[in-house]
């Protein structure tokens, strides 16, 4: 079926409560409705999910490298590496626990041989940052062309996540 042809009540929506894998719709849910239920129920703090195979990000998940900090904005993704979590086929249980385990104290993580999920608490924040996650991915697959990134130590990176908390765009304080 044609993404751009779809209308807001062909999309499935799974039923958080009652049998695991309930859904209303007319149309089959997402091959992956696993990760997204998944990581919804377990991370309060989780309202939306992006998952892509975006090109960079793919790639390393493909050669199952999690991405060091090789940039102060890995603190995004809620640490100092970016995880690969362990292959499963696609649409498994097991493929969600184990981006469950990628995910955990994270807020995006690789699938090797897949692609990656960013999430945040709101569509816009996970769009976000999946376009981060892609954009430190290509810097970090092309300094592996010159010889390999120069990693910040982890107390550089945990001084970036407290500067995060006031990061962006805010109201002046007056």
Known sequence: WPYDALRPEDVA????????????????????WRFHFDITKSRPDVGAIVHTHSTYATVLAIARKPIPACHYMIAAGGGNTIRCAAYATYG?????????KAL?????????????????????KAKWLAVELETIA???????????PVILPDDEIARVKEAFKSYGPRDRVK
């Open 92 to 100: 498994t249980k097991e493929l969600s626990a184990n981006a469950l």
């Open 13 to 32: 929506a799974v039923r958080r409560d009652g049998e695991y894998g309930a859904y209303d719709g007319s149309m089959w849910p997402s091959s992956e």
């Open 138 to 148: 290509k810097q970090y697959y092309l300094s592996l062309s010159i010889g390999g």
């Open 104 to 124: 955990e104290d994270r807020n995006c993580c690789l699938l090797a041989n897949h692609g990656m999920i960013a999430t945040g608490p709101n569509l816009e």
